[in-house]
Nanobody, 123 residues
Framework: LQLAESGGGWVQPGGSLRLSCVASGHTLDYSAITWVRQAPGKEREAVSCISSSDDSAYYAHSVKGRFTISRDGAKNTVYLQMDSLKPEDTAVYYC?????????????????WGQGTQVTVSS
């Protein structure tokens, strides 16, 4: 399974971006997908995940109400719609595919990862 993120870029505070995580080599239908971000000098943070069983979505407190995760099975793609962006959302965003952990958005050593896409929020 190969994952490729896209959609990052520069945006002013309050703006929006939509990130895409496209899979090849295998269907995403049976994987939970987690969006993870890594900012310089900060710990890695799982910001959202979508379950493999029923597409239930979960969000970190820091992004709840502003970010929306969704899955398009026909396109083998998971999206992260990011609205009302803040400077503290600046990070490299990765998607990871792995076993379902419900609302915990856990990451496992065997997960598949994409290469990441940079999101910069500044004025």
């Amino acid at each position: 399974l190969q994952l490729a993120e896209s959609g990052g870029g520069w945006v002013q505070p309050g703006g929006s971006l939509r990130l895409s995580c496209v899979a090849s080599g295998h269907t995403l239908d049976y994987s939970a997908i987690t969006w993870v971000r890594q900012a310089p000098g900060k710990e890695r943070e799982a910001v959202s995940c979508i379950s493999s069983s029923d597409d239930s979505a979960y969000y970190a407190h820091s992004v709840k109400g502003r970010f929306t995760i969704s899955r398009d099975g026909a396109k083998n793609t998971v999206y992260l719609q990011m609205d009302s962006l803040k400077p503290e959302d600046t990070a490299v965003y990765y998607c990871a595919a792995g076993p379902d952990s419900g609302s915990y958005c856990l990451l496992y050593p065997g997960d598949d990862w994409g290469q990441g896409t940079q999101v910069t929020v500044s004025s």
